[in-house]
């Protein structure tokens, strides 16, 4: 029968309906302007669909509406957890879950603590809780800070992700030490210490405005590095220890807090082919822990480290082919042991005795053939935070 209709026919039919439903548009919008106009209208609409709901959703409301408290934060749903934080020589950076790193017995061999690449291998470390913020400083001198959940979260044995896509990194820059704090603050110090001896002390508010593409945090010279940076209150004592062995300590005093773009003072003096390994603020109440690159270690008391005016040359530290770095610990804590290779073994900071400043030490690790220890940090269990 359509077949059969001619064209004008069918314009027709489409023709009425168009019309018929633009009417009802014209009804409508006149009914609707009509309740705008008035107000008793309006609220009878608005309480015929009130009570329409009422009907419809008879259960109590099971959830509660009220006024927020503060401004939203991202870390508000981010739980407050412990975490490592790894970076390799060939700039890979990862976060993983402390509770990855099952607790061993010294002297054992470890499990795989990252994927390496074939010329690759862990070179910095760091423990710190998800909901701090953390800085990391450049070898040349620049700063860039970072939040912990910001940074990408990997498994034990994955490689992580560039740092160049972290962080906004310039051309051949490398870390080297990685910070963790809550807040800026005026009653803390950013303490760094270069490779020829050189420490320099400025106020940790100082560094506040870090721009995403990083900030100046001191004047390095061409020949030099920063191999560490600590905090401090402004009265702590000091520990510089070189890669032959040798350690200074003295007062935080003797180095005047200096602007961002400054170069530093003389920390200690080096002797022939040695240079500086690790910078350890000192705390009374702990042991210094030392570990040397064959995987022997000792812990001595700070009082073993007389207080000596900075700039000298210092003490015996360690006897050893070679210091692979320095911790500040206590009988509770946790020890982590990486090696050029990627091992990684966690153990209980007790099972080390505590002897003489200028012996040998223990077996902290067994190491293979042609590898070496190349870092050691302090494993830090963080409980969450209360909701």
Same mark, same amino acid.
């Given at each position: 029968?359509?077949? !059969?209709?001619?064209? $004008?026919q069918?314009?027709?039919?489409?023709?009425?309906?168009?019309?018929?439903?633009?009417?009802?548009?014209?009804?409508?919008a006149?009914?609707l302007?009509?309740?705008?106009?008035?107000?008793?209208?309006?609220?009878?609409?608005? %309480?015929?669909?009130?009570?329409?709901?009422?009907?419809? $959703?008879?259960?109590?409301?099971k959830?509660r509406?009220?006024?927020?408290?503060?401004?939203f934060?991202?870390e !508000?749903?981010?739980?407050n957890? /412990?975490?490592?934080?790894?970076? @390799?020589?060939?700039?890979?950076?990862?976060?993983?879950?402390i =509770?990855? $790193?099952? =607790?061993?017995?010294?002297?054992?061999k470890?499990?795989?603590?990252? /994927?390496?690449?074939?010329?690759?291998?862990i070179?910095?470390?760091? +423990?710190?809780?998800?909901? !701090?913020?953390?800085?990391?400083?450049?070898?040349?001198g620049r700063? $860039?800070?970072?939040k912990?959940?910001?940074?990408?979260?990997?498994?034990?044995?994955?490689?992580?992700r560039?740092?160049?896509?972290?962080?906004?990194l310039?051309d051949?820059?490398?870390?080297?030490?990685?910070?963790?704090?809550?807040?800026?603050?005026?009653?803390?110090?950013?303490?760094?210490a270069?490779?020829?001896? &050189?420490?320099?002390? @400025?106020?940790?508010?100082?560094?506040?405005?870090?721009?995403? =593409?990083?900030?100046?945090?001191?004047?390095?010279?061409?020949?030099?590095?920063?191999?560490?940076?600590?905090?401090t209150n402004?009265n #702590?004592?000091?520990?510089?220890i070189?890669?032959?062995?040798?350690?200074?300590?003295? =007062?935080?005093?003797?180095?005047?807090d200096?602007?961002?773009? +400054?170069?530093?003072? %003389?920390g200690?003096?080096l002797?022939?082919?040695d240079?500086?390994?690790a910078?350890?603020?000192?705390?009374?109440?702990? @042991?210094?822990l030392?570990?040397g690159?064959?995987?022997?270690? %000792?812990?001595?008391?700070?009082?073993?480290?007389?207080?000596q005016?900075?700039?000298?040359?210092? /003490? &015996?530290?360690?006897?050893?082919?070679?210091?692979a770095?320095?911790?500040?610990?206590d009988?509770? !804590?946790?020890?982590?042991?990486? +090696?050029?290779?990627?091992?990684?073994?966690?153990?209980?900071v007790?099972?080390?005795?505590? &002897?003489?400043?200028?012996?040998?030490?223990?077996?902290?690790? #067994?190491?293979?053939k042609?590898?070496?220890?190349?870092?050691?940090?302090?494993v830090?269990?963080?409980?969450?935070?209360?909701?």
């Amino acid at each position: 029968a359509i077949l !059969d209709l001619r064209l $004008y026919q069918l314009t027709g039919l489409e023709r009425e309906r168009i019309d018929a439903e633009y009417l009802e548009l014209l009804k409508l919008a006149e009914q609707l302007r009509s309740i705008l106009e008035s107000d008793a209208k309006l609220l009878s609409v608005i %309480k015929e669909e009130l009570l329409a709901l009422r009907e419809k $959703y008879v259960e109590a409301r099971k959830t509660r509406i009220m006024p927020a408290e503060s401004e939203f934060k991202l870390e !508000d749903v981010i739980a407050n957890v /412990g975490c490592m934080i790894t970076v @390799t020589h060939n700039g890979f950076i990862k976060r993983t879950d402390i =509770s990855s $790193y099952r =607790s061993q017995k010294r002297g054992g061999k470890g499990v795989i603590g990252a /994927g390496q690449y074939e010329d690759d291998f862990i070179e910095h470390s760091f +423990t710190a809780s998800t909901h !701090d913020y953390i800085l990391f400083v450049m070898q040349n001198g620049r700063l $860039y800070i970072k939040k912990v959940y910001d940074i990408p979260e990997g498994s034990r044995i994955a490689k992580g992700r560039a740092l160049i896509n972290v962080l906004e990194l310039q051309d051949g820059e490398k870390v080297a030490a990685m910070l963790c704090f809550k807040h800026f603050s005026d009653d803390q110090f950013l303490v760094m210490a270069t490779q020829q001896g &050189i420490i320099k002390k @400025t106020v940790l508010s100082a560094y506040s405005n870090c721009r995403v =593409s990083g900030i100046i945090g001191m004047n390095v010279d061409e020949n030099d590095i920063i191999i560490g940076a600590e905090l401090t209150n402004g009265n #702590n004592d000091l520990l510089l220890i070189t890669y032959q062995g040798m350690s200074i300590r003295f =007062s935080e005093s003797d180095c005047r807090d200096q602007g961002r773009a +400054t170069r530093g003072v %003389k920390g200690i003096r080096l002797r022939k082919d040695d240079f500086v390994k690790a910078l350890i603020v000192v705390d009374d109440r702990k @042991t210094l822990l030392i570990a040397g690159i064959r995987g022997q270690g %000792k812990r001595s008391e700070f009082s073993e480290y007389r207080l000596q005016q900075r700039g000298g040359f210092g /003490g &015996i530290a360690l006897k050893t082919h070679g210091v692979a770095g320095a911790i500040t610990v206590d009988e509770s !804590d946790e020890m982590m042991l990486l +090696t050029k290779s990627g091992q990684a073994v966690r153990s209980p900071v007790k099972d080390v005795r505590v &002897i003489g400043r200028t012996t040998m030490g223990v077996r902290l690790i #067994n190491l293979e053939k042609d590898d070496k220890l190349i870092g050691i940090c302090k494993v830090i269990e963080v409980e969450p935070e209360a909701s």
